[in-house]
Structure formats: structure tokens, C-alpha cells
């Protein structure tokens, strides 16, 4: 192999290293997006089931037991939204749980390795942060997925609140 061949390999080399390493870091980024969302939508969460206790008081010392169509539409609705509002918050907290990103290694391992030419390196640690990633992707789809149910379940929340709104104003307009 001349000069100009081992070059051009270690060229190659270096450029899936980069490459790979690029890959690497989108997902570790991606897992930071994806954590930072549910993080948010859980606290705005909390906040209104916390919220909607001081509701369930009211719904308790004014509506219970009902007496009317809608009193009942206003129990009915209050019910569905307090099970979705905990649905949607167990399932934004299952997807900010720890959970372990493959990392890339340093050990002695890694130190001999170095020992190898800059060839064997760089395609080395390709191969190394392909492995990683092909573990962090499935995590992060798994968490993505979880994601996007809470994200249903939040929308399913909205509705149920809509409906408890009118059910109120309904409640009292015929009271």
C-alpha cells in the first residue's frame, strides 16, 4: 500500500469517526429535548391537578349528591378529567425516569487502544459510537412514544375540561 492509499483510507477514516460522532450527539441531544418537554408538561400538570383539587372540594360540598341532569354531566365530566389529568402526568413522569444512555467507554481499554495507528483509531470509535447509538435510539423512541401518549392524554384532558367548563355554566344557568 503506498502513501497515497493509506492516506486517503485514513481520510475515509477520520471522516466516519466524524460523522458517527455527529450521530452520537444528535441523539444525546434529542434525549434532552425529549426529557426537557415531558419535564415541562409535567410541572404545568401538577400545577392544574393541584388546581383541581380546590374544585373537587367545591364539587364535593356543592354538586354531591346530584340532583339534576347536570350536576350529574358536571360529576361525569370532573371524573374524566381528574383520571386523564393522572393518566397524562404518570405518563410525562415514566418518561422523564432516569434512564441509562449508552456512553461512550474510558477505561484501560481505551488507552492501549491508542497504541494502534490513527487508521484503527478513528474506525474503532466509529464502530464503538455506531453501537452506542443503535441502544440510544432505542430508547429514545421508547421514551418518544411514551411521549407521544402523554401528549394524547393531555389532548384528552383538554376535552374533558371544555366539557366540565360548559357543564358548569350549564349547572348553574338552570340551578
Same mark, same amino acid.
Given at each position: 500500500?503506498?502513501?497515497?492509499? +493509506? ?11 466524524? &460523522? ?16 426537557? +418537554?415531558? #419535564? ?12 383541581? =383539587? ?15 341532569? &347536570? ?8 371524573? =374524566? ?27 484501560? =481499554?481505551?488507552?492501549? #487502544?491508542? +497504541? ?8 474503532? #470509535? ?15 423512541? +421508547? ?6 401518549? =402523554? ?25
Amino acid at each position: 500500500m503506498n502513501d497515497e492509499t +493509506k492516506n486517503d483510507d485514513a481520510e475515509k477514516a477520520a471522516a466516519l469517526y466524524q &460523522y458517527a460522532k455527529d450521530v452520537y450527539d444528535e441523539e444525546l441531544k434529542r434525549y434532552n429535548r425529549i426529557d426537557d +418537554k415531558a #419535564f415541562k408538561l409535567l410541572s404545568v400538570l401538577s400545577i392544574f391537578i393541584g388546581l383541581f =383539587g380546590f374544585i373537587l372540594r367545591w364539587l364535593a360540598e356543592e354538586i354531591i349528591p346530584p340532583e339534576s341532569l &347536570y350536576a350529574w354531566i358536571v360529576l361525569i365530566s370532573s371524573s =374524566g378529567l381528574l383520571i386523564a389529568s393522572c393518566v397524562s402526568w404518570w405518563l410525562m413522569f415514566r418518561v422523564i425516569e432516569v434512564s441509562d444512555l449508552q456512553k461512550m467507554p474510558l477505561d484501560r =481499554g481505551v488507552f492501549d #487502544f491508542f +497504541k494502534n495507528d490513527l487508521h484503527d483509531i478513528h474506525q474503532g #470509535f466509529a464502530e464503538t459510537f455506531e453501537e452506542a447509538n443503535q441502544t440510544n435510539r432505542k430508547l429514545n423512541d +421508547k421514551k418518544a412514544k411514551t411521549l407521544s401518549f =402523554g401528549y394524547k392524554g393531555i389532548f384528552t384532558t383538554a376535552i374533558f375540561f371544555v366539557i366540565f367548563i360548559i357543564a358548569v355554566c350549564l349547572y348553574y344557568w338552570f340551578k
